[in-house]
């Protein structure tokens, strides 16, 4: 059984929905979590970090993670066409130096 | 810019050559990470490294692989004798020092094995 387990999808909403991307995890080591962006062929890039469960919001981006259920979500409203990518959930133990990746939920918003 | 720099973007090595990865960390990081992203996998750690130290290295493999960091210079990813099984994306990223939790991301430079 992997650590981090994300559904990869595919997903395609139309522009303007509420888009729900999920990570589950067996380990309750992990105390970090984060959530990356990866456009084709580029690097991931970091868009949310939280340590405490509960509920992060930056912009139109809400991170949401429950310890008790070992499960993580980012939730994106009004989507736009420049959010179709590659989402990554990623985790971090306390103490550790190691990212553990899902494999990534890859996006498609449609105009 | 100043975000994690990786060069070449893409490399093509016929089996049995050396493939050489390099990266520079963002300004103000002294801690760099080595990922592999081979197709339709996430991202799997392989390496840490620190200036002058290899923090962490369970994730490389056992052979062919090696990795450092000067104290001038890049970061560099070395496989010797690569294989088909080598293509990938690899992929530096950089934190700053007790920083780990807020790691960026390089653009990753793709072998591709021939």
């Known amino acids: 059984q992997k650590e981090v387990e994300q559904d990869p999808g595919p997903l395609s909403v139309p522009e303007g929905a509420i888009v729900s991307l999920n990570c589950t995890y067996s380990n309750s080591a992990f105390q970090y979590f984060m959530w990356y962006r990866q456009y084709s062929r580029k690097g991931p890039e970091l868009l949310m970090y939280?340590?405490?469960?509960g509920n992060k919001e930056d912009g139109r981006f809400t991170a949401q993670v429950d310890k008790s259920s070992k499960y993580i979500s980012l939730f994106i409203r009004d989507s736009q066409p420049s959010d179709s990518a590659t989402y990554l959930c990623?985790?971090?133990?306390?103490?550790?130096?190691?990212?553990?990746f899902g494999t990534g939920t890859r996006l498609t918003v449609i105009p | 810019n100043a975000g994690v720099m990786q060069n070449p973007r893409h490399l093509v090595r016929r089996r049995g050559q050396e493939a050489r990865l390099r990266c520079s960390p963002m300004?103000?990081?002294?801690?760099v990470y080595w990922y592999r992203q081979l197709p339709e996998e996430g991202l799997k750690f392989m390496v840490y490294?620190?200036?002058?130290?290899?923090?962490?290295e369970s994730g490389m493999p056992k052979e062919r692989f090696s990795a450092e960091f000067p104290k001038e210079g890049p970061s560099i990813l070395r496989i010797q004798q690569v294989v088909r099984g080598d293509s990938a994306a690899y992929f530096c990223?950089?934190?700053?020092?007790?920083?780990?939790?807020?790691?960026?991301f390089g653009e990753g430079s793709w072998l591709t094995v021939v």
């Open positions: 990223a950089s934190s700053p020092p007790g920083g780990q939790n807020t790691i960026y």
């Open positions: 490294l620190q200036k002058e130290n290899i923090i962490d």
């Open positions: 990623a985790m971090l133990k306390t103490g550790a130096n190691n990212l553990f």
């Open positions: 300004k103000g990081h002294s801690h």
């Open positions: 939280t340590y405490s469960s």
